[in-house]
């Protein structure tokens, strides 16, 4: 099985950036692919970010293209978020999981997750 935990979030200011980690321990951390999705209070969890086993596919949500940026370091078996020029609409609880499966087509869906972690909370004030 999989443990993640996430880290990082926090309260910023519109125009601000975060940085989020996501801890993962228990099955080898490079074969599995890792995705962010996020769910603001009274809306649907929604796809963020995810980035394949090596790292050499990543994948955006339209609504952060050219503000976020997911990378991995397997070696410390962490997945990152970057999240730069941060707006209130993105304020939400973000969470990371992990797609054992790796299927491309489904990889902003978040049925195609095997494991979740418990979240983190940002906020950001305008």
């Known amino acids: 099985q999989v443990q993640l935990v996430e880290s990082g979030g926090g309260l910023v200011q519109g125009g601000g950036s975060l940085r989020l980690s996501c801890a993962a321990s228990g099955r080898t951390f490079s074969r599995y692919a890792v995705g962010w999705f996020r769910q603001a209070p009274g809306k649907e969890r929604e796809f963020v970010a995810a980035i394949t086993r090596t790292g050499g596919i990543t994948v955006y949500a339209d609504s952060v293209k050219g503000r976020f940026t997911i990378s991995r370091d397997n070696a410390k078996n962490t997945v990152y978020l970057q999240m730069n020029s941060l707006k209130p609409e993105d304020t939400a609880v973000y969470y990371c999981?992990?797609?054992?499966?790796?299927?491309?087509?489904?990889?902003?869906?978040?049925?195609?997750?095997?494991?979740w972690g418990q979240g983190t909370q940002v906020t950001v004030s305008s």
């Open positions: 999981a992990a797609d054992f499966d790796e299927l491309l087509n489904r990889i902003s869906k978040s049925a195609a997750y095997d494991a």
